[in-house]
């Protein structure tokens, strides 16, 4: 399954109304969509818009609205941080602030070389938790809790904006949720709010105990005093959001009997992955963005598909050049991997080409438009769809789908799927 990332677009004006997909040469997808089956997948739902997360989630057949409580645990797993169900993770930012904490640059000057930071910051000892410190790729990292009753229901301590007051880190609370199937009474609604209050209230003091300790290693180390003698911004604070329990899913083994590997160069992909049993592959010169080495790739998928039933093969960068809205970049990288996807159709029995997610050169930013999807294999049923694009799969005999229909659909054209009845 070739996953590209944000591909989908709309109509462009200065391309005559045609979206990239529609205007870039791509023989192989088109000769795969006049061969397989064509439809539209709504990742999330209709009119949601996805985040990577979910819509990654949703592809590899979870439910988001059940699997999904926030980004940090799948980037700590794609940090090769071990996590276990009921851990906290966070995303975390290497940033600058002033005596008086307000924020001067949420980057530290895109600091890289942060190791020795985050070794020093891991030392801390929290009473009620222990904790994971890793260090990413440049002024990120993440930052895992790991102990009884967390909750991830508290605030960001990043106030997102230069200028403003690095913030204390609450509880976020709903209100009591309205007694269901699971609490049928009001009291065990009450009873499952105090719960989640406790859990929060514990969470909250250690994250902003951690704040405090982190901010006080970090002004006095030596790589920070180094860097403020060369007038580069020292790493002096840690910005902590996009708070989530990692949450215990099924494996894709547990759940089709597939084994399944990732070829992908975005943290967060292969933190999804990862957290499905999937083995996930390093590619050196997987950048995720256009210039990704998409040989190395392609050779890295081929390999895994000799020990695998099931690879995904992951571009990050369309979704990097529509957030630019740059459009020759992004048909320019369509015409790449449509001329790598050529090395597959003999390689491999099926062969699916999804879209986690729209992401319009106009717009540059995600949206819920649905993206198109295509199944080409022995035994798929074919439609009269002759390429492959927005409108075109429109017309597929694969309709309109939720992102969490494909996998079980691809399972079944594998022969992985069992009756349902008898
Ligand atoms: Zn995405």
């Not at 009884?148 to 609450?170: A, F, I, N, Y």
């Not at 009450?190 to 300790?213: E, G, H, M, P, Q």
């Amino acid at each position: 399954m070739l996953i590209c990332d944000g591909m989908a677009d709309r109509p462009v004006p200065k391309l005559a109304n045609r979206t990239p997909l529609e205007i870039a040469k791509k023989p192989n997808m088109d000769w795969l969509a006049k061969r397989g089956i064509c439809g539209l997948m709504d990742t999330i739902a209709p009119g949601v818009t996805p985040g990577s997360d979910t819509a990654h989630l949703a592809l590899l057949g979870y439910d988001p609205f059940e699997t999904y409580t926030g980004r940090g645990p799948f980037e700590a797993a794609g940090a090769n941080v071990e996590l276990q169900a009921g851990d906290v993770a966070f995303r975390a930012n290497y940033a600058t602030v002033d005596g008086a904490f307000i924020v001067k640059d949420r980057r530290a000057g895109r600091i890289h070389g942060t190791e020795e930071l985050s070794a020093a910051i891991e030392k801390i000892k929290l009473r009620g938790a222990q904790l994971v410190f890793r260090s990413t790729i440049s002024h990120r990292a993440v930052l895992v809790l790991h102990g009884k009753g967390l909750s991830h229901e508290v605030t960001d301590s990043d106030p997102h904006e230069v200028g403003r007051k690095v913030l204390g880190v609450r509880p976020l609370l709903h209100p009591p949720e309205r007694p269901g199937l699971a609490f049928p009474t009001i009291a065990g609604g009450i009873r499952r709010y105090v719960v989640r209050r406790r859990r929060a209230s514990k969470t909250v003091r250690l994250l902003n105990d951690f704040s405090r300790r982190a901010h006080d290693i970090l002004k006095n180390h030596p790589l920070n005093q180094e860097r403020i003698q060369k007038g580069l911004p020292p790493a002096n604070y840690i910005l902590l959001r996009g708070g989530g329990i990692v949450p215990q899913l099924k494996t894709l083994y547990e759940r089709f009997k597939i084994r399944g590997a990732c070829v992908a160069a975005a943290a967060l992909v292969k933190g999804v992955c990862k957290l499905a049993g999937m083995s996930v592959i390093d590619v050196p010169g997987a950048t995720g963005s256009v210039d990704t080495d998409l040989n190395a790739k392609a050779k890295a998928a081929l390999r895994a598909l000799e020990t695998h039933e099931f690879v995904i093969l992951h571009v990050k960068g369309f979704d990097e050049a529509s957030h630019d809205g740059n459009v020759g970049a992004k048909i320019q990288l369509i015409e790449r991997v449509d001329t790598m996807l050529n090395k597959f159709i003999d390689a491999t029995d099926l062969i699916a080409v999804a879209v986690d997610h729209t992401t319009p050169v106009s717009v540059r930013r995600h949206t819920g438009d649905p993206v198109p999807i295509l199944i080409f294999g022995p035994g798929v049923r074919t439609d009269e769809v002759k390429t492959y694009g927005e409108r075109s799969a429109a017309g597929g005999g694969m309709g309109r789908i939720l992102g969490k229909n494909l996998m079980p659909i691809i399972a079944d054209l594998m022969g992985k799927t069992e009756m349902f009845g008898a």
